[in-house]
């Protein structure tokens, strides 16, 4: 199968969002979502003692990655806009595998 072609709009996207500095901090989710620092760590694809660490002061703490502050601001756009987005658009965006292989 070969791949489709991008067309330009396509790849105004993609530049679009190679440039986008898109991030939030652990803190300011923390306070605008009710959240635990488990939920942080499922959503960042990180251990809890990782995210423990964001939240520490001193030579403990540990500073979060841009993927940890992207995953955070793209999950904050979601909660926020979850009612816009169509059930058909969020099932593609977010397809979970069942055990037996199925979506």
Not at 42 to 61: D, E, H, L, P
């Amino acid at each position: 199968m070969n791949p489709r072609p991008l067309s330009p709009r396509e790849q105004h996207l993609i530049e679009r969002y190679s440039y986008c500095q898109l991030g939030m901090t652990p803190q300011r989710f923390y306070a605008k979502w009710q959240v635990s620092q488990e939920d942080m760590a499922a959503i960042c694809s990180r251990s809890v003692s990782t995210v423990r660490g964001w939240f520490r002061k001193g030579r403990s703490y540990r500073r979060p990655t841009p993927v940890d502050l992207r995953h955070l601001a793209l999950m904050d756009f979601l909660l926020d806009n979850f009612d816009q987005i169509p059930a058909d658009l969020r099932e593609a965006l977010c397809a979970t595998e069942h055990k037996d292989g199925h979506t």
